[in-house]
C-alpha cells in the first residue's frame, strides 16, 4: 500500500471556525489531490497540487484553499467552515498525472 | 463538460459474472479506470484502458470502447467480498480535473 496519512481522521467543529485537513506522503510522489465524498455524488475534486507551490483548483473549490510546502505534505483548509462542507475527504496520490490515484484512509468531518 | 454514467446499484449471486456499464461524455479522452470502494473504506485502483479492448487482472476484467464512449468492469466468481462500491472515473485533457468520477455502482453479492 501506498504510504498515505490523514489527519484528523475525525473532526467535528462549528460553522465559522477555520479547518486545516492534513495528507502526508512517503512515496515522493508528485501529484496529490483532495476529494469529497457525499452520498449520490461520487468523488469529487476540490484541489490538486503538481509539484511544491504549484496547485490547481478542481469542480467543487469554492470555500477550500491549499497548500504545499513540502513534497510530502498537503494541507486542506477550510477558511470558515459551513454544514455544506460536513463531508468525507479523502486525499490521494499519483506519481503523475490521472489514472491510478492511491488514496489515503480519509477524514470524516462534521460541521454542526 | 465531462460526464459519466453507470448504474447505481447492482445485484448478483454468489459464483456468478456481473457487469457494471460505464458510458462517458468528454473531449480530449485518454483514458477509463475503475475503482473499488468497501464501505468505510478508502477507493483502491482496479485497472486502466486507455486502448479498445479487454485488460484482465485474475477475476476482473475491463473494457474500453473508444468509439462509443463506453466501457465495463466484468467480475466473474463473485465472491461474497466483492460487495462494494465501483467507480468508473475517466482521464481527459478538457476542464482542469486531471480524473472525473462517476458517482459509483453499488454492487451487492447475494448467497
Known amino acids: 500500500?501506498?504510504?498515505?496519512?490523514?489527519?484528523?481522521?475525525?473532526?467535528?467543529?462549528?460553522?465559522?471556525?477555520?479547518?486545516?485537513?492534513?495528507?502526508?506522503?512517503?512515496?515522493?510522489?508528485?501529484?496529490?489531490?483532495?476529494?469529497?465524498?457525499?452520498?449520490?455524488?461520487?468523488?469529487?475534486?476540490?484541489?490538486?497540487s503538481y509539484g511544491v507551490k504549484d496547485t490547481d483548483k478542481g469542480e467543487v473549490s469554492d470555500g477550500y484553499s491549499v497548500s504545499r510546502s513540502k513534497?510530502?505534505?498537503?494541507?486542506?483548509?477550510?477558511?470558515?467552515?459551513?454544514?455544506?462542507?460536513?463531508?468525507v475527504y479523502f486525499c490521494a496520490i499519483s506519481d503523475e498525472a490521472g489514472h491510478e490515484q492511491y488514496f489515503g484512509p480519509g477524514t470524516r468531518l462534521t460541521v454542526t | 463538460g465531462q460526464s459519466l454514467e453507470q448504474p447505481s446499484e447492482v445485484t448478483a449471486v454468489e459464483g456468478a459474472i456481473v457487469q457494471i456499464n460505464c458510458t462517458y461524455q468528454t473531449s480530449g479522452f485518454y483514458g477509463l479506470s475503475w475503482y473499488?470502494?468497501?464501505?468505510?473504506?478508502?477507493?483502491?485502483?482496479?485497472?486502466?484502458?486507455?486502448?479498445?479492448?479487454?485488460?484482465?487482472?485474475?477475476?476482473?476484467?475491463s473494457f474500453l470502447?473508444?468509439?462509443?464512449?463506453?466501457?465495463?468492469?466484468?467480475?466473474?466468481?463473485?465472491?461474497?467480498k466483492d460487495s462494494a462500491s465501483y467507480f468508473c472515473a475517466v482521464r481527459s485533457s478538457s476542464g482542469n480535473t486531471p480524473l472525473v468520477f462517476g458517482k459509483g455502482t453499488r454492487l451487492s453479492v447475494i448467497a
Not at chain 1, 71 to 87: I, P, V, Y
Not at chain 2, 40 to 53: E, Q, V
Request: charged share 20%.
Open chain 1, 1 to 48: 500500500d501506498a504510504g498515505i496519512t490523514q489527519s484528523p481522521r475525525h473532526k467535528v467543529t462549528e460553522t465559522g471556525t477555520p479547518v486545516t485537513l492534513r495528507c502526508h506522503q512517503t512515496e515522493n510522489h508528485r501529484y496529490m489531490y483532495w476529494y469529497r465524498q457525499d452520498p449520490g455524488h461520487g468523488l469529487r475534486l476540490i484541489h490538486y
Open chain 2, 65 to 80: 470502447s473508444r468509439s462509443d464512449s463506453y466501457g465495463y468492469l466484468l467480475l466473474q466468481e463473485l465472491q461474497m
Open chain 2, 36 to 61: 473499488q470502494q468497501h464501505d468505510g473504506g478508502a477507493p483502491t485502483f482496479l485497472s486502466y484502458n486507455a486502448l479498445d479492448g479487454l485488460e484482465e487482472t485474475g477475476r476482473f476484467s
Open chain 1, 71 to 87: 513534497t510530502e505534505d498537503f494541507l486542506l483548509t477550510l477558511e470558515s467552515a459551513t454544514s455544506s462542507q460536513t463531508s
